[in-house]
């Protein structure tokens, strides 16, 4: 299994930046792809997509959410940070199945 | 309006077979390349892909549980089912199912999801 890394937590100020990253053991590329998409799940609820095939906006997500990388390295940023944000971030990886999560990166506010 | 929602027991004691319905709206599963999913979330943790069912009616499972998984589907493509055999406290989750466009592509709509209780 594709097995991803993510920092616990992560506090920052509103209006900063925050940048959560994502390391896989193993490529997520394929054929000019990165088969790793970000979704936000907040306390009680369904995790929510972000971001798609590392760098695409999901529709309905404001452009202060971004998503970059390729082969094993990936981040999610959010800029700037509003206090709706405070959130537990995941990766996701389709490249292989079984699809796997990172553990989750927690942003709170500082 | 694609809208997902899952069923279950609730609760459910150790060595039984756990039985989850994912009805679902706004969409075809009989549309080529749909996939529905199942993902569970135990309190507190991460997220476990579990299962899946495509258009074409092929199945794809999580060797980590596959022994103890079967996913289906009705003949109207409205509803998904999983069954999770010899369940124990280890399976105690909130369970959603989710819809993909392909088995490469992000989970784009979730349920709500169903909580889920193994105890004696």
């Known amino acids: 299994d594709i097995v991803l890394t993510q920092s616990p937590a992560l506090a920052v100020s509103l209006g900063q930046r925050a940048t959560i990253s994502c390391k896989t053991n193993?490529?997520?590329?394929?054929?000019?792809?990165?088969?790793m998409h970000w979704y936000q799940q907040k306390p009680g609820q369904q995790p929510k997509l972000l971001i798609y095939?590392?760098?695409n906006l999901a529709s309905g997500i404001p452009a202060r959410f971004s998503g970059r990388g390729s082969g094993t390295d990936f981040t999610l940023t959010i800029d700037p940070v509003e206090a709706d944000d405070t959130a537990t971030y995941y990766c996701?990886?389709?490249?292989?199945?079984?699809?796997?999560f990172g553990a989750g990166t927690k942003l709170e506010l500082k | 309006q694609v809208t997902l929602k899952e069923s279950g027991p609730g609760m459910l004691q150790p060595s039984k077979t756990l039985s989850l319905t994912c009805s679902f709206s706004?969409?075809?599963?009989?549309?080529?390349?749909?996939?529905v999913s199942w993902i569970r979330q135990p309190s507190g943790k991460s997220l476990e892909w579990l299962a899946a069912?495509?258009?074409?009616?092929?199945?794809y499972y999580n060797p980590s549980l596959k022994s103890r998984l079967t996913v289906s589907k009705d003949t109207s493509n409205t509803q998904v089912f999983l069954k999770i055999t010899s369940v124990d406290i280890a399976d105690t989750a909130t369970y959603y199912c989710?819809?993909?466009?392909?088995?490469?592509?992000?989970?784009?709509?979730w349920g709500q999801g169903v909580m889920v209780t193994v105890s004696s």
């Open positions: 706004g969409f075809s599963l009989s549309t080529s390349g749909m996939v």
């Open positions: 193993q490529n997520v590329d394929y054929y000019g792809n990165s088969y």
């Open positions: 996701q990886q389709s490249r292989n199945l079984p699809n796997t």
């Open positions: 989710a819809r993909r466009g392909a088995n490469w592509a992000p989970f784009d709509y």
């Open positions: 069912i495509d258009w074409d009616g092929d199945k």
């Open positions: 095939l590392a760098s």
